[in-house]
């Protein structure tokens, strides 16, 4: 998932940036309200932590922009206030959710799961698919119970492509949101990732999970049975 983190704080900003990254996020970082609103119009994001206290245009002006443009996406809302009327204008000007600082990163995790699990696909904290079993909470993958060693990366986008399963997702769909800005969306990068989630989750004779359609994208689910040689 691509997040967008606004915090004017140089120490947190970067503290949270590397903290979601090494828990498989895509994060898109800025430091002030008007930033907040141009990387907004530019990016598709999943979800949007955002400061309360900002220079040029504080939180409360960049949640009521966002949603008086229509966007639905879910908004973490951090603050140092902690009296009831702040929170009360917070949730008022368009945010989801409020988390006052200092707070623990296990309760921003927490809280950012549960933003996204209404916005988008519930996924079970465990699910089992054919020889898979993925835990979304732990970020944990086993092939027939042997434990599968993913990079953040490549959990990510097994994630993204497991809860759209048997749809079809486009490559740009996948990149804007596994990826983040830095990422050239003219490199191969996304089809290297595929092929080393293919070897690491995939049976050498069996078809494979990530199906692709050349020209359109990839697919991910269970692999069709063999269909026996019936010949004599």
């Known amino acids: 998932m691509r997040l967008l983190v606004v915090e004017d704080d140089p120490h947190l900003g970067a503290t949270l940036a590397r903290g979601l990254r090494e828990r498989a996020y895509a994060v898109d970082l800025v430091s002030d309200g008007d930033d907040a609103l141009h990387h907004a119009a530019l990016h598709q994001y999943d979800a949007v932590v955002l400061d309360y206290m900002l220079p040029n245009r504080d939180g409360i002006a960049v949640a009521r ?13 951090l603050t140092a206030r902690d009296a009831v009327v702040d929170r009360v204008t917070g949730l008022d000007a368009g945010a989801d959710d409020y988390l006052v600082k200092p707070f623990a990163f296990d309760e921003l995790l927490a809280r950012l799961r549960a933003l996204t699990r209404r916005a988008g696909v519930v996924l079970p904290t465990v699910l089992t698919l054919g020889h898979l079993t993925i835990d979304t909470r732990a970020q944990r993958v086993e ?3 042997a434990h599968v060693p993913l990079t953040a990366k490549e959990y990510a986008l097994l994630e993204f492509l497991v809860r759209r399963r048997g749809a079809l997702v486009s490559r740009a769909e996948i990149t804007a949101h596994v990826w983040d800005e830095n990422h050239d969306p003219l490199s191969n990068t996304l089809e290297v990732y595929i092929n ?5 989750i995939d049976d050498a004779d069996e078809p494979s999970y990530i199906q692709t359609r050349r020209g359109s994208g990839y697919m991910f689910d269970l692999p069709a049975p063999a269909i026996p040689d019936k010949r004599p």
């Open 143 to 145: 092939k027939r119970g």
């Open 65 to 77: 922009t966002l949603r008086a443009r229509g966007l639905e996406i879910p908004i973490l809302m």
């Open 196 to 200: 080393r989630l293919r070897k690491k």
